[in-house]
């Protein structure tokens, strides 16, 4: 399988045999993508043309035989919410409320966007929680005409934050720091489900809630709590791990909280083939999207 993640203007992509459900990881890459790459107009006639350029670039690099492309895409490709609704609404009574809150949202856009929701499966609050990915209908197209003139399989498409969250997910209440760039991306997780995300600030050393989609109740009860943890605090009940080295007033917040966190690699637990070759000074970390497709590669 071929896993390609494009966020934040860089490309990165794994290519893995599945065998016997186990990943042998034969390449792993990134590549810094171009201003004229990072800045695309997702309604433009030219956006297929585009989008084969980066994607030829990565088949050049991978074996013939590769048919089954992964992918993950961020917010400038795909938007992703999570959107409240109340559980006592009937099914149909539901989707009209989607579909108004969309078109609310979307205005003149509505028509020009494919919008795919999927239901969040939740016993611990009085709401039902809906992901909704919006990704513009040219782009869609423009993305699955370039696989298949490249003589490849579309199989799977997310935005990144899912394949983040897969990667990550836990049963109790938990948060999950992500580095991005010189920002962070927070996941907060319950009873096994991703039920809000975002940019969470730091100021004057403690965490605040920022912006957030989702749960922001739970994303605020978590905040709380890890605020609250000093270096001898008991052990804490709460799940909290970071993936890559967190930038500026995030490091020291993080430090001081170390006995707490666990520090993920998102590529330890793949088992690496013999002709894997990584770049010197590779960071493991930028690849959890990648790691996160290739999981549910075997799902």
């Given at each position: 399988?071929?896993?390609?993640?494009?966020?934040?203007?860089?490309?990165?992509?794994?290519?893995?045999?599945?065998?016997?459900?186990?990943?042998?990881?034969?390449?792993?890459?990134?590549?810094?993508?171009?201003?004229?790459?990072?800045?695309?107009?997702?309604?433009?006639?030219?956006?297929?043309?585009?989008?084969?350029?980066?994607?030829?670039?990565?088949?050049?690099?991978?074996?013939?035989?590769?048919?089954?492309?992964?992918?993950?895409?961020?917010?400038?490709?795909?938007?992703?919410?999570?959107?409240?609704?109340?559980?006592?609404?009937?099914?149909?009574?539901?989707?009209?409320?989607?579909?108004?809150?969309?078109?609310?949202?979307?205005?003149?856009?509505?028509?020009?966007?494919?919008?795919?929701?999927?239901?969040?499966?939740?016993?611990?609050?009085?709401?039902?929680?809906?992901?909704?990915?919006?990704?513009?209908?040219?782009?869609?197209?423009?993305?699955?005409?370039?696989?298949?003139?490249?003589?490849?399989?579309?199989?799977?498409?997310?935005?990144?934050?899912?394949?983040?969250?897969?990667?990550?997910?836990?049963?109790?209440?938990?948060?999950?720091?992500?580095?991005?760039?010189?920002?962070?991306?927070?996941?907060?997780?319950?009873?096994?489900?991703?039920?809000?995300?975002?940019?969470?600030?730091?100021?004057?050393?403690?965490?605040?809630?920022?912006?957030?989609?989702?749960?922001?109740?739970?994303?605020?009860?978590?905040?709380?709590?890890?605020?609250?943890?000093?270096?001898?605090?008991?052990k804490s009940s709460i799940s909290i791990n970071t993936i890559?080295?967190?930038?500026?007033?995030?490091?020291?917040?993080?430090?001081?909280?170390?006995?707490?966190?666990?520090?993920?690699?998102?590529?330890?637990?793949?088992?690496?083939?013999?002709?894997?070759?990584?770049?010197?000074?590779?960071?493991?970390?930028?690849?959890?999207?990648?790691?996160?497709?290739?999981?549910?590669?075997?799902?």
């Amino acid at each position: 399988m071929l896993a390609i993640s494009i966020r934040s203007g860089w490309l990165r992509y794994a290519q893995a045999d599945v065998i016997d459900q186990t990943l042998i990881l034969n390449s792993l890459k990134n590549t810094k993508l171009s201003k004229e790459f990072q800045n695309l107009d997702m309604r433009s006639l030219d956006l297929s043309v585009l989008f084969g350029v980066i994607l030829q670039d990565v088949l050049n690099s991978v074996p013939d035989y590769e048919k089954e492309i992964h992918l993950s895409l961020d917010d400038r490709w795909i938007d992703c919410q999570i959107i409240p609704i109340d559980k006592g609404l009937k099914v149909e009574d539901q989707q009209a409320y989607l579909n108004w809150y969309m078109q609310q949202r979307l205005g003149s856009l509505w028509s020009s966007c494919s919008i795919f929701f999927s239901q969040i499966e939740s016993t611990a609050s009085d709401k039902n929680w809906i992901i909704s990915s919006i990704i513009a209908k040219n782009a869609l197209e423009s993305i699955t005409s370039s696989i298949k003139q490249s003589g490849k399989n579309p199989v799977w498409l997310e935005p990144s934050i899912l394949s983040m969250a897969r990667l990550v997910v836990s049963e109790g209440p938990g948060v999950s720091f992500f580095k991005d760039q010189r920002s962070v991306r927070a996941l907060f997780f319950f009873g096994g489900n991703l039920l809000a995300f975002g940019q969470p600030l730091i100021r004057n050393g403690k965490m605040y809630i920022g912006s957030i989609s989702g749960d922001k109740g739970l994303a605020d009860s978590i905040i709380k709590m890890v605020n609250a943890l000093q270096p001898r605090s008991k052990k804490s009940s709460i799940s909290i791990n970071t993936i890559g080295e967190l930038p500026g007033k995030w490091n020291s917040y993080i430090s001081s909280r170390k006995r707490h966190i666990q520090r993920i690699n998102p590529i330890a637990g793949i088992k690496k083939g013999k002709r894997i070759k990584l770049r010197k000074g590779t960071d493991l970390s930028d690849f959890t999207e990648v790691s996160g497709l290739m999981q549910k590669a075997l799902s």
